[in-house]
């Protein structure tokens, strides 16, 4: 079945550390892809998206993703987390004209 | 202020009742869509509207059913069928054609209680 995959259902880190989330789909052909993130009590807002071009894509609050087309993943990253990074990070394809999301990871960042 | 409103915040049922929850944008977008989040799960698709009068079944559609008689009304009653409707229920839209790269916005969100 055509799904996207977030491997990390809670990731536990330190203030300054780096992350990584990963994000793998499993559809064919063009796509379009975003992360979301959801802070504590607010709404899901655009991380970032990525649908042609160079494939490392930059997002507000220092995010980027990396699109590897030959491996079917979009994975977050940010070299340096904060406190305030604490939420939940969702994984999202376009494909046509639906948009399937993965079942998001939560991040939850050591003072 | 352009945006997406859902109401009510909160939304209480007894069971074998349906409900209709409200999700509105002014955004001027063609597509709306609802989701429903669980915990673990993340956003699964219930229904989606390309066009006014005109609507597909998501990943989850059954217990549910959807309208769209106006561009900026797409409302979701969760009916008596649906066996666990107790969840937060989310509202968004997009673009369409050309621009449906853009990403969706959502609304704040519904919260069902069946009791």
């Known amino acids: 079945a055509q799904s996207v995959s977030q491997h990390n259902h809670h990731v536990i880190l330190s203030e300054a550390a780096s992350l990584e989330l990963g994000c793998n789909y499993s559809y064919g052909g063009t796509v379009n892809l975003f992360w979301y993130v959801q802070y504590p009590g607010q709404h899901l807002q655009l991380l970032l998206k990525?649908?042609?071009?160079?494939?490392l894509v930059k997002g507000i609050k220092g995010f980027e993703a990396e699109f590897i087309k030959s491996k079917f993943s979009f994975n977050l990253r940010k070299p340096s987390v904060q406190w305030s990074d604490t939420a939940e990070y969702f994984c999202?394809?376009?494909?046509?004209?639906?948009?399937?999301f993965g079942s998001g990871t939560r991040l939850s960042i050591r003072p | 202020d352009g945006g997406i409103t859902q109401s009510p915040k909160y939304l209480f049922r007894k069971e074998g009742q349906n409900v209709t929850l409200s999700c509105e944008q002014n955004?001027?977008?063609?597509?709306m869509y609802w989701y429903r989040q669980d915990p673990g799960q993340g956003l699964r698709l219930i229904y989606y509207s390309q066009i006014v009068n005109d609507f597909q079944k998501g990943d989850i559609a059954e217990g549910y059913s959807v309208s769209r008689e106006k561009k900026e009304s797409f409302p979701l009653t969760v009916t008596s069928a649906q066996k666990n409707p107790t969840a937060f229920y989310l509202c968004a839209s997009t673009l369409t054609g050309q621009q449906s790269y853009n990403e969706q916005f959502f609304g704040p969100g519904t919260r069902l209680t069946v009791l």
């Open positions: 990525y649908f042609s071009g160079d494939p």
């Open positions: 955004l001027n977008h063609d597509a």
């Open positions: 999202a394809v376009k494909r046509a004209s639906k948009i399937i």
